[in-house]
């Protein structure tokens, strides 16, 4: 009976958390929405949406026309990635796997860099062409991560070290993409590897929402199959989980989530890494709650990113990825002095 009565209490104290983190998550979306070059006052904010995109009301076109589709794609980005992190950590049983740190985010940009470079196109859209080579490229590196973990003697903390050699690997071919390029597209590669919320607009936001969505239909339903194998494989073998179909299902999902992150507004590090890893700290490990919690705290991080990188340019948003790498490397560093006992 108290065990039930506990069980109770700690769903009633996630639900507390995740409804915590979703009023913070639409605060800094409205905070977002209002800083810019001209601000708009949070009491004018809810009038000018309302409006509409209207000619008549300058104030509402800025909102409708260029940050509401920045802040939004920044939502749904920041989302994606850190699903994708959040995936990523529980079929590895590795506290520093994410997009980035296993070279995901990086193939995924070297195949999008490499159709813009082709003009490699899908229906005559750029954007097809950009988002379908990213996701075959980001796909390519999951398959080899599934290889290399299956090699015997392959530990997780060596399995991050070829992630970051292939992370390397994939930045270099990036670089001599740039280099062999024309200097208009050079100038665009280059400008993208950043990763910059100013070229968001409402097809990004499509994008990323779509992927995301996709992205959760297909991982919800395997909520209790995560939560057991993030007790160990074998007792999720031993369950009944089919480990390794789960593995293959979670790292295409992740090579959507990242292509289609990655395919607009560039490179973004980190987000993937850190905010699972928040969403456990409040919400502990049952998949049930720590989905929701990881998506909300990923759209949470890149809203605050997207607010400090406008604070510290003005007039102008200093790209996002600088920020999200900035404040992403001490928190690196602190899960390396973590788990410094696996190395």
Known sequence: MSCHIHYRERQRSRLAVTTGIAAATLLLLALDLATGSSGIPLRELLASLLAGPSADNPQALI????????????????????????????????????????????????????????????????????????????????????????????????????????????????????????????????????????????????????????????????????????????????LGVPVARLRILVFAVSSLLVAAAVSFIGTIAFVGLVAPHCAKLLLGDDQRWLIPGSILSGGFIMLLSSLIAKWLSAGAMLPIGIVTSIAGVPFLLALLLKSRRDF
């Open 63 to 238: 909102l409708w026309e260029l940050r509401l589709p920045m802040s939004v794609t920044a939502l749904f980005v920041g989302a994606s990635l850190s699903l994708a992190g959040l995936s990523i950590q529980t079929i590895t049983a590795n506290a520093l796997a994410s997009p980035s740190t296993l070279g995901i985010t990086s193939g995924a940009s070297f195949g999008a860099a490499l159709a813009i470079t082709a003009g490699f196109t899908i229906a005559g859209e750029l954007w097809t062409g950009t988002i379908a080579a990213a996701f075959i490229s980001a796909l390519l590196i999951c398959g080899l991560i599934l290889a290399l973990g299956r090699m015997r003697g392959m530990t997780p903390s060596t399995l991050i070290l070829a992630g970051i050699i292939m992370n390397f690997f994939f930045i270099a071919l990036e670089q001599l993409l740039i280099y062999l390029a024309s200097p208009e597209t050079a100038q665009l590669i280059n400008g993208w590897t950043f990763g910059n919320l100013e070229r968001a607009g409402w097809l990004s936001a499509a994008a990323a929402g779509g992927a995301l969505l996709l992205g959760l239909l297909m991982l919800a339903p395997a909520a209790w199959q995560l939560t057991t194998l993030s007790v160990g494989e074998e007792r999720a073998k031993s």
